[in-house]
């Protein structure tokens, strides 16, 4: 801080020696205006002065009043330009928590107050409740506790937040008796702290509502060495620090709103995902948790290719959320595609069964009608072999069909006996002879590899199209903006064999890469899948470090996943 003064040497003295404290501190004479540019109060010279200027020199008593006027115009401007600075600073946060610590620091700062609390009101009258959010103290410390208590008039906080008067108190322990509040002197007895000046405002929001109470505790007097009282501008200073206060804590508040709407939002999405395919229950949360564990391996890793990425707290929220949100497009997928988890749907597998059966019934009847038409005699001993030989038949074929049915890789003489299916036949209701198996379901039984066929494969990936356009149509916050296109990107491969879009290295993001990983591994080494076991760690890491060499996957990533033992996450090595 800097007061210049610029007056001829010789009466330099005369005004030194009337001045004291602050000012005095503060106070710097000025030779020569026109060098230096405007001093801030200009006497008996030739200059321009910002707030008061005398080319004659007008008297000891007279130049002591201006300079002091200028004094006083000089901590208007000061503290308006501090507020400008806190305003700025309040506006650049948005955590609520910091935002109240920051608050404390600059009003301290500001009206030089030793301690200083914030409570903050919610609630409907007559019901609202003030949260003791913060506090702040230079001389003593204790453990903070945050505590809701009702708004009562007789405390000294809750009649400033239903009046919406200031209270600038000089002694809190001479209160008059007839007060309608109290000091309450219980963290005075149990610090063993001396409160004595206060100053309360309400921290009033743009339309006058009391969002909180700012309370400062204890004007700290430099020059007397002690504690003073808050000055009437001391108390315009803070009316005016609370009412941005207030405006930054509303807007905190809403920020916190909505981020707690997008939490519950994506909470019921995750949960409508695992209602709609239980199979995979816990699946969104693993690579979630995989995926931001990878990020924040990133940020603790200095060097490397990856070594100058950052991922901030807004961009670990936004990985989160792309995370959790990656399948959801999964509502837009046929349930009985979604979780197939044999090639042939179990209603089809049961026809076909009982088909059988009934051929195996036909082929006797046919034998023994024959039998008899031929006036052979009823010979129990060859019946009951026909009927044996015709069980074992259907045994045989049921059991490859149940073979072919299962989503494991098919054995070569699996895939040589289906073409026996397709020479079956059987009556159907109507008399005709019909094929046994339909060509459809013999198509599904030769699938070499898992329980899908090929359109079915297709429905299966279009559910990262579908998370896409689903996440598109949300508006998100500026933070949050690339929740869709991370989650988009999550199949793709750095080779272009990925999908939807094929995209090349260049054009992924390094959060889907990330999630990529984190995806296949929770895939490979789930317990919950019905038609497969959990891979062992090992033989799942080995499976990565494959693709990472096919160049599929972020190899330094990869890297970085193994060496931070990221999946210890979700799976713990034994």
């Known amino acids: 801080m800097r007061f210049t003064v610029a007056i001829p040497p010789e009466h330099r003295n005369t005004v030194l020696d009337r001045v004291a404290g602050e000012m005095r501190r503060a106070l710097v004479f000025q030779d020569a205006p026109a060098v230096d540019g405007p001093a801030d109060v200009v006497l008996g010279l030739d200059g321009e002065g910002q707030f008061a200027s005398c080319a004659t020199w007008p008297g000891a008593d007279a130049a002591l009043a201006l300079v002091k006027a200028g004094w006083e115009r000089f901590k208007d401007r000061r503290s308006m330009e501090r507020l400008h ?77 239903l009046t919406g008067q ?20 219980s ?12 100053l309360v405002v309400p921290m009033q929001d743009t339309e006058g509502e009391v969002l909180g109470i700012l309370q400062l505790l204890n004007r700290v007097e430099e020059d007397a060495g002690g504690i003073g009282t808050f000055s009437a501008e001391d108390e315009r200073l803070a009316q005016s620090l609370a009412g941005q206060a207030a405006v930054a804590v509303r807007n905190a508040q809403l920020r916190e709103e909505i981020e707690q709407l997008f939490e519950g939002f994506v909470a019921a999405s995750v949960t409508a995902i695992e209602a709609r395919d239980p199979v995979t229950s816990g699946h969104s949360g693993r690579v979630a948790d995989l995926t931001v564990g990878l990020a924040e391996a990133v940020n603790a890793t200095p060097n490397g290719v990856y070594g100058e990425l950052l991922f901030t707290d807004r961009q670990l929220r936004e990985i989160r959320y792309a995370s959790l949100l990656h399948d959801f497009g999964k509502v837009g997928v046929r349930e009985q595609v979604l979780v197939k988890a044999k090639k042939l749907e179990p209603s089809q597998l049961e026809i076909i069964l009982q088909r059988l059966r009934q051929r195996e019934l036909e082929q006797a009847l046919d034998l023994l009608s024959g039998a008899w038409k031929g006036g052979e005699a009823f010979d129990r001993t060859r019946w ?41 036949t059987f009556t159907h209701w109507s008399g ?9 379901d013999v198509a599904r039984l030769r699938i070499r590899k898992g329980s899908l066929s090929e359109a079915e494969r297709l429905e299966i990936e279009s559910h990262v199209t579908h998370t896409f356009r689903f996440l598109e149509r949300i508006p998100w916050t500026r933070d949050l903006a690339g ?41 490979l080494t789930a317990r919950d899948r019905p038609y497969k076991g959990a891979v062992p760690l090992d033989r799942s890491l080995s499976i990565l470090e494959e693709e990472a060499r096919e160049g599929a996957i972020d190899r330094p990533l990869l890297d970085l996943f193994i060496e931070a033992k990221v999946f210890e996450r979700t799976v713990p090595r034994g």
């Open 85 to 161: 600075e806190v305003g700025r600073a309040l506006a650049s946060e948005q955590n609520l928590d910091r935002l109240m610590d920051l608050i404390l620091t600059q009003a301290r700062e500001l009206l030089q107050a030793e301690a200083g609390s914030i409570y903050l009101l919610s609630g409907e009258a007559p019901k609202r409740e003030m949260l003791f959010a913060h506090t702040q103290n230079a001389k003593v410390k204790l453990p903070f506790h945050r505590v809701t208590m009702p708004v009562s008039l007789r405390t000294l906080a809750g009649f400033v937040a």
């Open 166 to 185: 200031c209270l600038n108190i000089e002694d809190v322990y001479r209160i008059p008796a007839d007060s309608p509040f109290t000091f309450n002197d």
């Open 187 to 198: 963290f005075d007895r149990q610090a063993g702290y001396r409160t004595t000046s206060v």
């Open 384 to 424: 009951d072999q026909v009927i044996g030989d015709r069980q074992a038949e259907t045994e045989r074929l049921m059991q490859l069909i149940r073979q072919s049915n299962e989503p494991t890789v098919m054995a070569q003489g699996v895939a040589e006996g289906l073409g026996l299916l397709e020479e079956l």
């Open 432 to 440: 005709e002879r019909r094929g046994l198996v339909e060509s459809e």
């Open 483 to 523: 929740v869709p296109e991370i989650a988009y990107a999550h199949h793709e491969r750095l080779s272009g064999k990925g999908y939807p879009r094929q995209l090349g290295e260049p054009e992924i993001p390094v959060q889907s890469r990330a999630m990529a990983i984190a995806d296949v591994f929770d895939a």
